[in-house]
């Protein structure tokens, strides 16, 4: 495995990954999970819903949904107090999640920051910031890494490491 980069260091932070819906995410949570990865922080952003995780190199890959059918619906929401007051959001317990939707919840209740805030109290270490720390788990190559948490074919994920 790479050296941990500094939080000091310019480079890449995260990638992102868009699934059509919520249950397609929760489904991908659900066969990582049964792999033994975990998220490292869930986020309910208001604007998506956000499962991040780590690869190999401390990067995050994010995995998410956008939570507004249109632009402009999201960008009014950015433009309201509710992100005025935290651009971050709350974190959440997936787990929890995904038994709210199985036993009925809607999208549209299970993607709301009251909705995240109405469990348990899971604060970021650092408020705004995502954590530092290493996950527990396996460790694959940052290339499996990405083909596992977005479920694509390994073809599909060729790029060059340097």
């Known amino acids: 495995m790479a050296e941990r980069k500094s939080p000091a260091t310019a480079a890449m932070h995260h990638s992102a990954w868009t699934f059509d819906s919520l ?43 956008d939570n507004f059918a249109s632009p402009d619906e999201a960008t009014g929401y950015m433009e309201g107090p509710e992100y005025d007051s935290d651009a971050v959001g709350p974190s959440f317990d997936v787990q929890r999640m995904v038994e709210a939707r199985r036993n009925g919840a809607s999208v549209q209740q299970l993607t709301t920051r009251a909705w995240a805030l109405s469990g348990p109290d899971l604060r970021l270490p650092v408020p705004g910031r995502l954590p530092q720390a290493r996950p527990a788990g396996r460790v694959v190559s940052a290339r499996d890494a990405a083909r596992i948490l977005v479920g694509k074919p390994a073809a599909a994920m060729d790029y060059q490491r340097s």
């Open 23 to 65: 249950d397609d995410l929760l489904d991908r949570y659900q066969e990582l999970a049964a792999k033994g990865i975990e998220p490292a922080v869930p986020i309910q952003h208001g604007v998506t819903t956000s499962l991040y995780y780590r690869d190999p190199d401390g990067n995050f890959v994010e995995l998410q949904i």
